[in-house]
C-alpha cells in the first residue's frame, strides 16, 4: 500500500539555521510528489512539487526539495530559517491523473529559536 | 482572484444535532475533497468527488455525508451518528491529483 512517512514529529532550529525535513514514500511506480505548510488554524499551502525531471525542485519562501528514487526520499531544505518559518509541514504523494488522491504524511511541527 | 472558500470558520454543534460545512471554489476544478485533521493524525480523507453527482467515501466516512450538485459545490455534513466530531475540517479541489490540491482555511467544529 501506498505510504508516507515522516519520521520526526517535532523538529527545533533557530533562526538563520539550516534545516531539513524528511520525507519517505512507499510507492509502486513513479510517485508525484509534494511539500505542503501550514500555519496555525489556517489550510495548507503548497510549497512544491515533483513531477519528473530535475530532482531538484525550487519552491516559494526559499525552499527546495530533492526527490532520490533510490532512498525513496523527498526531504525538504532551507538554507537559512526565518521565524515566519515556525509551521507545520506536511508531504504527500500521489500518482496522478483523474483518479488518483493524494496521501498524506502526519507533519512535522517546526519551530524556530531567535 | 480564483479560491476556495470554506463557511463558517468557527462551528459549535450540540450533541444530536446535524450541521452541515460549506466548500466552495471558483477554480473550475472537477475534483474536491474533504479531510478532517486532529493533533498528531495528520489529515485524513472522509469524501471526495471526481465530478458532479459523483462522490466515494474516503478512510472516515462513517458519521458523515456530502452531495455534489453543482460544480463549484461540495458540503460536508457531520451527523449525529458521527461520535468524535469536534475537530479541524479542511476542503480542497483539484484539476487533477497530479497538480496539487488548493486548500481552504478550514472550519473548526465544536461539540458542546
Known amino acids: 500500500a501506498q505510504s508516507v512517512t515522516q519520521p520526526d514529529i517535532h523538529i527545533t532550529v533557530s533562526e538563520g539555521a539550516s534545516l531539513e525535513l524528511r520525507c519517505n514514500y512507499s510507492?509502486?511506480?513513479?510517485?508525484?510528489l509534494f511539500w505542503y505548510v501550514q500555519s496555525p488554524g489556517q489550510g495548507l499551502q503548497l510549497l512544491l512539487k515533483?513531477?519528473?525531471?530535475?530532482?531538484l525542485v525550487q519552491g516559494i519562501k526559499g525552499f527546495e526539495a530533492e526527490f532520490k528514487r533510490s532512498q525513496s526520499s523527498f526531504n525538504l531544505r532551507k538554507p537559512s530559517v526565518h521565524w515566519s518559518d515556525a509551521a507545520e509541514y506536511f508531504c504527500?504523494?500521489?500518482?496522478?491523473?483523474?483518479?488518483?488522491?493524494?496521501?498524506f504524511g502526519k507533519g512535522t511541527k517546526l519551530s524556530v529559536k531567535p | 482572484d480564483g479560491g476556495i472558500t470554506q463557511s463558517p470558520k468557527y462551528l459549535f454543534r450540540k450533541e444530536g444535532q446535524n450541521v452541515t460545512l460549506s466548500c466552495e471554489q471558483n477554480?473550475?476544478?472537477?475534483?474536491m475533497y474533504w479531510y478532517r485533521q486532529d493533533p498528531g493524525q495528520g489529515l485524513r480523507l472522509i469524501y471526495y468527488?471526481?465530478?458532479?453527482?459523483?462522490?466515494q467515501k474516503g478512510d472516515i466516512a462513517e458519521g458523515y455525508s456530502v452531495s455534489r450538485e453543482k460544480k463549484e459545490s461540495f458540503p460536508l455534513t457531520v451527523t449525529s451518528a458521527q461520535k468524535n466530531p469536534t475537530a479541524f475540517y479542511l476542503c480542497?479541489?483539484?484539476?487533477?491529483?497530479?497538480?496539487?490540491?488548493?486548500f481552504g482555511s478550514g472550519t473548526r467544529l465544536t461539540v458542546v
Open positions: 480542497a479541489s483539484s484539476r487533477t491529483a497530479d497538480y496539487g490540491y488548493t
Open positions: 468527488s471526481q465530478i458532479v453527482n459523483d462522490f
Open positions: 515533483y513531477f519528473s525531471g530535475d530532482t
Open positions: 510507492y509502486g511506480a513513479t510517485p508525484y
Open positions: 504527500a504523494v500521489g500518482h496522478g491523473g483523474s483518479q488518483g488522491n493524494l496521501i
Open positions: 477554480l473550475n476544478h472537477d475534483a
